[in-house]
């Protein structure tokens, strides 16, 4: 009977108990579930977010970083143009072919023009440098494409006048005054004056270099900071024969300048 006698006693209280332990269980459960939920938020965060640190230490990427570095969109803001403009594919020739479609030029008593002997030797300098591998604008006096034209060189070819005097003879060559670019122009027209005069066996002829030369129109017209130089090529009565008739040689020698200039990291070495 004892066992009969415990069962009533032992029944209620045990019941009793029961309830209130199984809300305890359900409500550590639930707590349990909320930790580990907010565990995982948490560590989700935290992976994500890259780890706080100086602004200093923010701008250098650490090599260690698993995630890809960020996207960027372009937001440029305008820069001055670079000092030395990379030109991709080969570099860019322009030639003036002196007063053609504008005038003759000077004109000798037989009716031979300049713009007859510039013409010829700017085409066959234009083919000279086109075979080797330069991209090249032949243009007229007052070509438009003139205004603000880039290039890796600029020459405008001339002849003087037909003078029939001994001391009319021999070339020149000049670039602007007040140079934006002095070094690159010093160095073209020296080129010139060393290969031209090479190539064409012709005396120099620098005491004429007049004002109108320094302050050539197309000067004024081209960028700033496209290297130009002018160059007359011989006097049309007693260097008739080199202009006229070697033709090929008088522009070997031009497109020989320019080959120098742009070819040449230093000055050019004094080689026969
Ligand atoms: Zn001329």
Not at 3 to 25: D, I
Not at 39 to 65: D, K, T
Not at 121 to 148: C, H, I, Q, S
Request: net charge positive; proline share 10%; with cysteine.
């Amino acid at each position: 009977m004892a066992t009969e006698n415990a069962k009533p006693k032992q029944k209620v209280p045990h019941k009793a108990r029961k309830w209130p332990l199984r809300w305890a269980a359900r409500i550590s459960l639930f707590g349990a579930m909320l930790v580990l939920s907010l565990a995982i938020y948490l560590a989700f965060v935290v992976v994500r977010r890259p780890p706080v640190s100086s602004g200093a230490a923010r701008r250098q990427p650490s090599p260690s970083a698993t995630s890809p570095p960020p996207t960027y969109t372009a937001t440029r803001t305008p820069t001055p143009p670079p000092t030395v403009t990379p030109t991709p594919g080969p570099p860019r020739v322009g030639l003036v072919a002196g007063h053609w479609k504008n005038d003759s030029g000077a004109i000798c008593d037989d009716g031979l023009q300049e713009v007859e002997i510039n013409l010829d030797v700017t085409r066959r300098t234009a083919k000279l440098l086109k075979e080797a591998g330069y991209d090249v604008d032949v243009m007229a006096e007052f070509a438009p494409e003139l205004n603000g034209y880039q290039a890796a060189a600029f020459v405008a070819i001339h002849s003087d006048s037909c003078l029939n005097l001994p001391e009319a003879t021999g070339f020149k060559v000049a670039h602007v005054t007040n140079s934006a670019v002095p070094q690159e122009e010093d160095k073209l027209v020296s080129c010139l004056w060393s290969e031209y005069g090479q190539a064409t066996g012709l005396a120099p002829h620098p005491g004429s270099i007049t004002r109108d030369m320094r302050q050539y129109h197309a000067f004024r017209r081209i960028a700033l900071k496209t290297p130009g130089a002018i160059i007359e090529l011989g006097f049309m009565y007693n260097d008739r024969e080199m202009l006229t008739k070697h033709a090929d040689v008088v522009a070997r020698g031009v497109a020989a300048g320019i080959r120098c200039f742009l070819e040449q990291p230093a000055p050019p070495p004094n080689s026969n």
